[in-house]
């Protein structure tokens, strides 16, 4: 938890968008943000790093989550879900979230290595 705000992640492995057979494995992601915190903030940005299991790193910078910039007062709690394409079977990604307080404080919120492995 940072600053009073909690992410969690739930990954899993997506067979049926998948093709091991061309090195294409899909995983999908559902991520919930809570404010438990007291303070109102808005997500403005987001920074993943995907690695796979050949050690290729990948950076994926943007805003928002999936064409929203949610505001998450105080007991609130936003939860998107996306995916992840990668060529080898397994892989992990981690990064973190930027909001913005309602102070004008920038708010880094860290999200903890989770990984992605195709679990035929």
């Known amino acids: 938890m940072t600053r009073g705000f909690k992410v969690e992640v739930k990954p899993e492995y997506l067979p049926e968008h998948s093709r091991p057979d061309q090195r294409k494995y899909v995983f999908g992601y559902r991520i919930r943000i809570t404010n438990e915190g007291r303070e109102r903030a808005q997500l403005k940005s987001r920074h993943w790093v995907i690695v796979d299991a050949d050690g290729d790193r990948h950076d994926v910078?943007?805003?928002?989550?999936?064409?929203?910039?949610?505001?998450?007062?105080?007991?609130?709690?936003?939860?998107?879900?996306?995916?992840?394409?990668?060529?080898?079977?397994?892989?992990?990604?981690?990064?973190?979230?930027?909001?913005?307080g309602d102070g004008g404080q920038t708010i880094e919120i860290s999200v903890a290595r989770f990984f992605l492995v195709a679990n035929e």
Do not use: D, K, N, R
């Open 61 to 100: 910078v943007g805003e928002g989550v999936v064409g929203h910039q949610p505001e998450l007062g105080p007991g609130q709690a936003f939860e998107y879900t996306s995916y992840c394409p990668l060529e080898t079977p397994w892989g992990t990604m981690e990064g973190s979230y930027t909001l913005l």
